[in-house]
């Protein structure tokens, strides 16, 4: 069982900037791939960045050259560093972990931050 633990969310002007963390519970990152997802009230959950035990990243195009996913590989934490925010990223965020070969099995959630994008 992974536990993921989100934080760093609040309320920031656009244009602002928000640093979120989710810490895993032990060293998973060189199995799996580490993602963060935001979700809006009726809204699908919506994949926002990925990075895979590889170290590749992926990136919604909404948030393409603005945000970016990284790992401390010594701190079992991933970042998710979001720059330049506009109103639409306002969501709660998800932290998710997702076995590559295993992903109906082992795919685990945080509880969620919410992030609000306003002035």
């Known amino acids: 069982q992974v536990q993921l633990v989100e934080s760093g969310g609040g309320l920031v002007q656009p244009g602002g900037s928000l640093r979120l963390s989710c810490a895993a519970s032990?060293?998973?990152?060189?199995?799996?791939?580490m993602g963060w997802y935001r979700q809006v009230p009726g809204k699908q959950r919506e994949l926002v960045a990925a990075?895979?035990?590889?170290?590749?990243?992926n990136y919604a195009e909404s948030v393409k050259g603005r945000f970016t996913i990284s790992r401390d590989l010594a701190k079992n934490t991933v970042y998710l560093q979001m720059n330049s925010l506009k109103p639409e990223d306002t969501a709660v965020y998800f932290c998710?972990?997702?076995?590559?070969?295993?992903?109906?099995?082992?795919?685990?959630w945080g509880q969620g931050t919410q992030v609000t994008v306003s002035s």
């Open positions: 990075i895979t035990n590889g170290g590749s990243t």
């Open positions: 998710n972990a997702r076995h590559p070969l295993f992903p109906m099995v082992h795919n685990y």
């Open positions: 032990g060293n998973i990152f060189s199995i799996y791939t």
